[in-house]
């Protein structure tokens, strides 16, 4: 069964302390990404990596960090250098081939209490 | 900066209708255009993706680009109350090495009443 999985599906955490959100996908796309969306906002850019050892920072990078250290697995670590952390998380991955288009996973809920 | 705007909405039309969505964008040189419906509390799911000037069909769904004036939109004929979610508009390429990104706006919501 391909695709993307996110874990967990919510997450509750205290204020000041980090939390890793999972992102993994069998789909064998070379590209992945982390969004932020916030309630009636689009998807705004966090971290993105086109191949395994590489990422680049989108829009919104500070308080976040990542690693990709294989090509299935895309892990965004939300820092208490975050000021607004609470929000839905997104992991997609992208086929270099045709179509050139981005996929996405279901998501995590992150509150920070 | 690029940008992607879109009516936030609420789009109300009635079952069977056409429902038109719209989004234009900034940066002349982006070149390819795309359609997600995200259901509420859902991730969003790609509908639609068009890269030329002209219509694009696909089932009940179709895009529009019309580069020169910076805009795209999506039809939804004989709407569906099962349509009803946010549609969001994304656009790639363009200047700033954004061939690997997209940027989104902040989506459109449609409701379809029976």
């Known amino acids: 069964d391909g695709g993307i999985t996110q874990s967990p599906k919510y997450l509750f955490r205290k204020e000041g302390q980090n939390v890793t959100l999972s992102c993994e996908q069998n789909l064998n796309h070379d590209a992945m990404y982390w969004y932020r969306q916030d309630p009636g906002q689009g998807l705004r850019l966090i971290y993105y990596s086109q191949i395994v050892n590489d990422f680049q920072k989108g829009d919104i990078a500070e308080g976040y960090s990542v690693s990709r250290e294989k090509k299935e697995s895309f892990p965004l670590t939300v820092t208490s250098a975050q000021k607004n952390p609470t929000a839905f998380y997104l992991c997609?991955?992208?086929?270099?081939?045709?179509?050139?288009?981005?996929?996405f996973g279901p998501g995590t809920r992150l509150t920070v209490l | 900066q690029k940008e992607v705007e879109q009516n936030s909405g609420p789009l109300s039309v009635p079952e069977g209708a056409i429902a038109s969505l719209n989004c234009t964008y900034s940066?002349?040189?982006?070149?390819?255009f795309f359609w997600y419906r995200q259901y509420s509390g859902k991730s969003p799911e790609l509908i639609m993706f068009i890269y030329s000037n002209g219509d694009k069909e696909d089932g009940r769904f179709t895009a529009q680009l019309n580069k020169a004036s910076q805009y795209v939109s999506l039809l939804i004929r004989d709407s569906q109350p099962s349509d009803s979610a946010t549609y969001l508009c994304a656009v790639k390429g363009g200047s700033g090495g954004s061939n690997y990104k997209l940027t989104f706006g902040k989506g459109t919501l449609l409701t379809v009443n029976p």
């Open positions: 997609a991955s992208r086929n270099s081939m045709s179509p050139d288009t981005q996929y």
């Open positions: 940066d002349r040189g982006s070149q390819s």
